[in-house]
């Protein structure tokens, strides 16, 4: 019965590789969203999607291209896999359109780049 | 950077005993949440207080707004060791999306 789900929950690979991190969620929700937690726990929005549209777009590099092939799915794929990159990343959606709206948080995918 | 300040990075304490957070933002906000994070886990919102709003309570949680400060704070009362998690707040500057602004995590450990 988990609300957010994320594939994989761990990521190892290699410099220069192209990987992607798959998010679901079952809540019936219309926005979903990426953060990027660093190594100092340091937690930042990177995109969020309402209903398949992109609407929130922060400075991240094109590297990163988030994809949304129906409401419930959120998918983040990287391109060129760069040290910096190592991060746990966390999808998280919302319940409504109200600025008072809970966001409901993944259980992350901790990526390594060697 | 907008992110916000937490003080302290690292609290620890006895269960029983009282714990606050202070988090210090920097831009105008709709509202401020707190969500918690268990070692290796995601984040689980906790309660959220609008910027007219000065003190909410929910369980053993009370949270403070001082808007004239850009401050709030979190007190976690008779804590337990289940309460052993990073603390962050969260703010929205109210566009519509939900854009939050965490802050840097304050480190609570409760010990027996």
């Known amino acids: 019965d988990t609300a957010v789900s994320q594939t994989p929950k761990y990521l190892v690979t290699q410099m220069g590789n192209d990987k992607s991190i798959k998010c679901e969620q079952n809540l019936g929700h219309d926005t979903m969203y990426w953060y990027k937690q660093d190594s100092k726990k340091f937690l930042k929005i990177m995109f969020s999607y309402n209903n398949k549209e992109l609407i929130i777009n922060e400075t991240v590099p094109n590297r990163f291209s988030p994809k949304s092939p129906d409401k419930a799915h959120l998918n983040l794929h990287i391109n060129s896999l760069e040290l910096g990159d190592s991060a746990v990343y966390f999808c998280a959606s919302r319940t409504g359109t109200s600025s008072t709206d809970t966001q409901y948080f993944g259980p992350g995918t901790r990526l390594t780049v060697l | 950077s907008q992110q916000g300040e937490e003080d302290p990075q690292a609290l620890s304490i006895q269960e029983g005993e009282n714990a606050t957070m202070n988090c210090s933002y920097k831009?105008?906000?709709?509202?401020l949440q707190w969500y918690r994070q268990n070692s290796g886990r995601g984040l689980v919102h906790l309660i959220l207080i609008r910027s007219n709003e000065r003190e909410k309570h929910s369980g053993r949680l009370r949270v403070t707004l001082d808007t004239s400060k850009k401050s709030s704070s979190l007190l976690i009362t008779a804590s337990r060791a289940a309460d052993t998690a990073s603390y962050f707040c969260a703010t929205d500057e109210g566009t519509g999306f939900q854009k939050l602004v965490f802050g840097t995590g304050t480190r609570l450990l409760v010990s027996p």
């Open positions: 831009t105008s906000i709709n509202n």
